[in-house]
Every structure is written in C-alpha cells, then in structure tokens.
C-alpha cells in the first residue's frame, strides 16, 4: 500500500467516525459503504458514480450531479449526474468556476443554496428539468481549504433536505474531498516519477550511445581526408576507430533497450575508469595521468555507474572542446568522501557553458551528482583549461588506507 494511499484509508475512516453522530437514519449505510469503498482504492469516478443515486434518494431531491474543478481551476466538468435531461446534460458539462451556486460553494467552503434556478437555466433553451426545480443546493468536495469539486442537488420548491442529510452531506463532502486531493497527489508523484525515468533514461542514452557518435562524427572527417590524399595506413586507422566506436553504441543502445540502462562494469568502478583511461588515451592526442585511490571506499552499484558516467562525460568533454594537450585524472577516497578531479589544459569550456542548464552534458552530470547526495564543480583550472571536481559522501571501508597506483 503506498504512503498516499494509506493516509486516505487513514483520513477517511476519521472522516467517517466524525460525521456519522449527526447522520440522518438510514443515511450511516451509505456513508460506510462510501467510505469503504474509497479504502479500498476503488476508481473514484466510478465510486461517484455508484453512490450518487443514493444520495440524491435521501435527501429527497430530484437529480443531481458532480462537477470537478479543472486542472488550471477556471472551468469545473460534469463527470456524473443522475436525473438530467439529455439537454441539460450537455449544457451543464463544462461551466466557469464561479458560475451561481457552485461557485459560491466552491469559493466559501461551504454547502450553498440557490432559490432559483435562473442562472442555471441560462445555460439552455429547455425549461431547468421541466420547470419542476426552484431550489439547488451545492456541496463543496473539499480538504484542507482547497475545494476540488463541487456536488449538486436539485429540489421542488416544496422539498427540503431531512433532518440530519445537511451533516451527511457535509461528511461527503469532506470525504470525497480527501480522496479527490490524494488523488491529485498520487498525479503529481506519478508525472514526477515518469519525468524522472524519462530524464534518466536521456542520460543513459548521451553518456554511452550519444558520446560514441560523437567520437565516429569526430573521426570520419579524419577517414575522408586519409581517403582522399591516399594514406591507406591512417584511413585503415580512422576505419578502425569508426567501426569500434559504432559496435559500441549498438551494444549500448541494445543494453538500454533491454534493461533501461547503460551496461556497468562487472569489475568495479576502478577498473571501469582504468577502461576508460585507456581508451580516452588510444582515440585522441590528450595525455592523460590517472591516480587511482579509490580502495578504501566501498560504493554501491547504482553509486559506481553515476560516478562513471560523470567521469566519462568529464573526458569526452576534454575531447571534444578542450583541444588539450595534457590531461588529470584523479579519483581519491578518504574519511567517508569520494573525491574525483578531472582537469586539462586545454582552451576551456565557452563562458556559457559553465552556467546551469547551458551545456546538456553537464546539466546530466550535475543531476547524477545531486542523485548520489554529493556536489559537483565546473570551473576554469589555475594555469588555464578546465577542472571538474565530484564530491560524494560514501561508507568507508576497511582501514583508512590510500594506495596510488598508475595506469
């Protein structure tokens, strides 16, 4: 059961409790078949839909309807009704917020009445349900001050409400209420959590698929002029590097496909960037220095692959802007902190893209740092180039020992 959905069983069933002392006889069944049926997770329109007849019969009126507030909150739709013409149905639809008596209800919390049905009847060419409807009520479905819906009931000019059904309704109310607004929430989460996977999904995708295109657009300019001038032995080079980095991409596009991530290094996150340094080291002119002193930390899984990726976009960024002609890589691990520098000589990143959101890459960089609860720097390095720096908390392991090692 999730969190939500257990405050509305919670929340409902005190709803509940509190109104059924002033519940009109017979009414209680309704209001613990209601609120059973909204425990137990029950659709809510189909829920509206069920109970409403009942409703309508024990307040003795002729029709009603429910009506929910729209997302952007200027408009409110008929989603159920029992009692209406065909014609007022289509007209009752889609009214504005504050249109007569359910938008008093709406604005004040409160049940409302109307002793006329004029501004209803405005709304069509037929007489209000055959002329026989004076009096309508509306009740607010509301929590917390934020009034998501509105019910209406609809009287002759001779029926009042039974001793009693005003409290119920206001129990309904209350209840539906509760449950519109978790509803709403359990939305937003969902939309949150889809957001989130697609946004992780996107970063897979650049951090391996996308950074290997990058390196093959890099290369085949190379392959054509090799081509062009007749140097068999650098165009069987760039051929080479070209058909490498394409297989790559195509295990990692069918990774992505069949697990929804990019694949991890079963050795480990040293040898992952051992891997990495190696390869950054054989496709471009950079040299780069690797210190490794990483043993004294132990990472989770899900913690390796953000910092790998991290670090891989790190370099690829050093390839593809930098035009550097050394390069640093450190990664240190010390009293609980993952501490990984990455610097070059380079011509350094444009000004712009040292700022938030201006470079994707690094918009997907900072976002795995906030993922693992750590920080991550972008700047300028003394003596020109750039310098990343990664800080990440993590539990320690074994001694506090750091061993340096080259590759």
Known sequence: MSDLHASTVAGVAGAASAAQAGAAPGASDILLDLTA???????????????????????GAQAGAVRLVHSHEATMHLIGEVGLSAVVREAERSVEHDCGVCGVARSGDELAWSDESTPCARRHDARFLGGAIRRVLAVPLGHRGRVLGVLNLFFDADREPPNGVPALLRAIGDLLGLAL??????????????????????????????????????????????????????????????????????????????????????????????????????????????????????????????????????????????A???????????????????????????????????HYGLAIMRERARRLGGTLEVGRRAGGGTRVCLQVPCAPHGTQAAVEGRV
């Open 181 to 322: 607004d978790n509803s709403r929430l359990e939305r937003e989460h969902l939309r949150a959590a889809v957001a989130g996977e697609r946004q992780a999904i996107a970063a897979d995708v650049h951090d391996s698929i996308g950074q290997s295109l990058a390196y093959v657009k890099m290369r085949l300019p190379l392959l054509h002029d090799a081509i062009d001038e007749g140097d068999r032995g650098a165009a069987e080079r760039y051929y080479t590097d070209v058909r490498e980095a394409v297989g790559q991409a195509h295990a990692s596009l069918r990774a992505v496909l069949t697990q929804m991530r990019a694949p991890r290094d079963p050795l480990g996150l040293a040898h992952a960037l051992a891997a990495s340094a190696a390869a950054f080291r054989a496709r471009g002119t950079t040299a780069l220095e690797f210190v490794d002193e990483l043993r004294d930390l132990q990472l989770e899984p899900d913690q390796e692959e953000q910092v790998f990726h991290i670090v891989q976009e790190a370099l690829a960024n050093i390839t593809r802007h930098a």
């Open 324 to 358: 550097a002609r050394h390069a640093w890589l450190h990664v240190v691990g010390e009293r609980g902190v993952l501490r990984v520098l990455v610097q070059d000589d380079g011509s350094g990143l444009p000004a712009l893209s040292l700022g938030e959101g201006a």
């Open 37 to 59: 049926g909204l425990a137990a997770g029950d659709d809510l329109r189909e829920v509206l839909g069920r109970f409403l007849q009942p409703i309508v019969q024990v307040a």
